[in-house]
């Protein structure tokens, strides 16, 4: 008598699939493409990281760091929040440093979802939040943005909110859209979190990297919002460490005493040197930071003109390091079979549409470009892009 063959794919990892970010990166490899598809830097990171990071590794910082972070960087994290955000964090009982904001994330809704909630998600958004809802064991309820400027329905909005709600996740600056959330949008979600006591997990990974002196605003910074605001961040975008893995989470400290144990038996810890060196970047002066986003400001106007010339029309970003573009008018039958022949015929890797909605239809006529590239970088890529013109 043989046994009855067991199924050996979870039913949490049949609901989604492989990253369509990560795999356009390796197609782009394969067919020696310019990659403007994964959202990392291809300039190096600041020389003072570099020497930081060579500097802790000399000096045997090797070894495993406090679980929940190193103690110098957590506290470098909190002068770094104060000073940036005006918020007064607990470096001992209010930060967890993680394997990056990915797991950040993770970490946090295995910490707080159970089988029944359900946790609102603005879309497009970035792919990694709808499975780590569903491997939370909870729902996700997805709340449309609208181009060209990625507004939401306020009463769209206001219908989601319900018992069973107990979370929504904000992204700002957003990927894909490059969508700044207005203090008027952030005070609307607010009361709504408030009416239904509901936990705020945010994004802020590209808080320094805006626009057309577009103001980054903090959930956590408004009234009555402090205690119930997740803060995500990281090293990666701010300071061009993408490889790095060094995420950190704020929250108040009941939420992180049940992170922190999440986190424990995910990762145990973020690489111990590169915490360290992470205590250089959040002393960096404020200048740093200005100047980063004058030059990436330039980076989008250079992208913005590229596409310009080869007549792909877009929503201009207000803030993190991507466009999000419509290509209906080239006549593919949807952006996946655009990506692909972009990227095989034409030697530019983008990321289609559809792996930032929950169904993919709705996705079909855009592709997301980054721009985080050197000048050559983005030239070599228009040279490339503007034999699309004899398609139009």
């Known amino acids: 008598m043989t046994a009855t063959q067991k199924q050996r794919i979870s039913d949490k990892a049949n609901q989604f699939t492989e990253s369509v970010i990560r795999e356009m990166t390796r197609v782009a490899l394969q067919y020696g493409a310019v990659n403007l598809a994964q959202g990392f830097p291809d300039f190096p990171c600041p020389p003072e990281l570099k020497r930081a990071a060579c500097e802790a590794i000399e000096q045997d910082i090797n070894q495993y760091a406090i679980t929940w972070g190193d103690k110098a960087f957590r506290h470098a994290i909190a002068d770094k ?23 950040a994330m993770a970490a946090v809704m295995l910490a707080t979802l159970n089988p029944g909630d359900e946790v609102i998600i603005f879309e ?17 309820r997805y709340i449309s943005l ?9 009463a769209e909005l ?28 952030l005070n609307l979600i607010a009361e709504l979190c408030q009416k239904w ?5 945010t994004d802020e990974i590209y808080e320094h990297i805006l626009y057309d002196e577009t103001p980054h605003i903090a959930m956590a910074t408004l009234p009555g919002m402090e205690e119930r605001t997740v803060t995500i961040n990281g090293l990666s975008k701010t300071y061009s460490v993408t490889g790095w893995r060094v995420g950190y989470i704020l929250s108040n400290p009941e939420l992180t005493g049940a992170i922190r144990k999440v986190h424990d038996f995910l990762t145990v810890g973020a690489p111990a040197p590169l915490q360290r060196a992470g205590v250089v970047a959040m002393q960096l002066p404020i200048t740093y930071y200005q100047e980063l986003a004058k030059r ?50 034409i030697g530019v890797a983008v990321v289609p549409g559809s792996g930032f909605f929950s169904q993919s239809e ?31």
């Open 81 to 103: 929040v104060k000073w940036y955000l005006g918020l007064n964090i607990d470096p001992e009982r209010q930060i967890t440093v993680t394997c990056g904001s990915t797991e």
């Open 124 to 140: 497009p958004y970035y792919e990694n939040y709808g499975p780590d809802v569903i491997l939370a064991s909870a729902t996700p």
């Open 146 to 154: 609208h181009p060209p400027e990625w507004t939401f329905d306020e």
């Open 158 to 185: 206001r219908q989601a909110f319900n018992e069973r709600t107990k979370a929504i996740i904000i992204n700002t600056p957003h990927n894909p859209t490059g969508k700044v959330f207005t203090r008027e949008e």
């Open 197 to 201: 006591d509901v936990l705020v997990f």
């Open 296 to 345: 990436y400001q330039q980076k989008r106007n250079d992208i913005l003109q590229i596409l310009d010339r080869v007549g792909i029309p877009y929503s201009i970003p207000k803030g993190a390091y991507y466009v999000f573009a419509d290509i209906s008018s080239f006549g593919y039958k949807n952006d996946v079979e655009f990506a692909t022949y972009l990227t095989k015929e």
């Open 362 to 392: 709705a996705g079909k006529k855009f592709i997301r470009f980054c721009f985080s590239k050197k000048p050559e970088t983005l030239a070599k890529a228009e040279e490339r892009l503007l034999k699309l013109q004899s398609n139009l």
